[in-house]
């Protein structure tokens, strides 16, 4: 599947919106598909926290939307390590950037 530049910046846009000014970092967005969940695109990124000293917390973080870009207005949480990996192994990858605004640079 093809992810066309203008539907990867609205995607990304979207997403950059919804990230607040924390003490987290945010890095390695990806626009995703799995098969677990048809017709939606994943945008999935890296969080890694900086309020404690150490150790760092990194986590990975997801917003879901429709194949036409329209947001979902979900995220993916697994609380079962087995469903969550099974998830994870689904993932295949449409589009990589290291940092959100990559593509908000007119």
């Keep these: 599947m093809h992810i066309d ?3 990867r910046y609205q995607l990304f846009r979207y997403t950059a919106q919804q990230l607040t000014l924390t003490t987290q970092h945010y890095r390695d967005f990806c626009i995703q598909t799995s ?3 048809p017709d939606t695109l994943i ?3 890296t969080a890694i926290a ?3 000293p150490s150790p760092l917390t990194q986590t990975y973080r997801y917003l879901c939307f429709k194949l036409d870009g329209t ?3 979900c995220s993916i949480h ?3 390590l087995i469903a969550a990996q099974r998830f994870l192994a689904s993932l295949q990858t449409l ?3 290291t940092y959100i605004h ?3 640079i007119p």
Excluded: C, D, G, I
């Design 95 to 97: 589009y990589k950037q």
């Design 78 to 80: 697994y609380s079962n």
């Design 35 to 37: 098969e677990m969940f």
């Design 43 to 45: 945008v999935r990124w």
């Design 5 to 7: 530049p203008s539907l």
């Design 71 to 73: 947001p979902l207005h």
């Design 50 to 52: 900086f309020a404690t």
């Design 102 to 104: 990559e593509h908000l």
